[in-house]
C-alpha cells in the first residue's frame, strides 16, 4: 500500500511544520492530487485514517482536491485536458505529452 508510506511522510512533514509554527492541535489537511496520481482517494483516506490515530492530527479533516491531467502538442503549443482517447494533438494530429496532473501535493494545513 503505497499510499500509507506516503502519507506517514506527509504526517511527518505536518508534524514538523506544526511545532515549527506552535500549532497543538491541526484541524484541517488539504491534498492536491492529479486526476492520473497512481494513490486513489480511497487508498489515501484509509491510510490517513490509519497513520494520524494518537497524533497531533488525530481529529483532522482530509480533504483532497483533484487537479486535471493536462496535455500539450510540441507541435504547434496546443494544449488541452487528458481523456483516455486522446492521443494525437486535436489541432494538428502530432503526438501530445502529458504535462500536469499526476502529481500527489500537500497544499495546506490548519491547525489551532
Known sequence: MHGLAWM???LGEITTVAEHCG?????KVTLCRGQLSHHFP???ELAWDLVKQGTICEQAVL?????????SCSACGWEGQWHSELACC???ASRVELVSGTDLQL??????
Open 63 to 71: 480533504v483532497i482536491e483533484e487537479e486535471p491531467a493536462l496535455v
Open 23 to 27: 500549532l497543538r492541535t491541526i484541524t
Open 107 to 112: 497544499v495546506d494545513i490548519q491547525g489551532i
Open 90 to 92: 486535436q489541432a494538428c
Open 42 to 44: 480511497e487508498e489515501l
Open 8 to 10: 506517514e511522510e506527509t
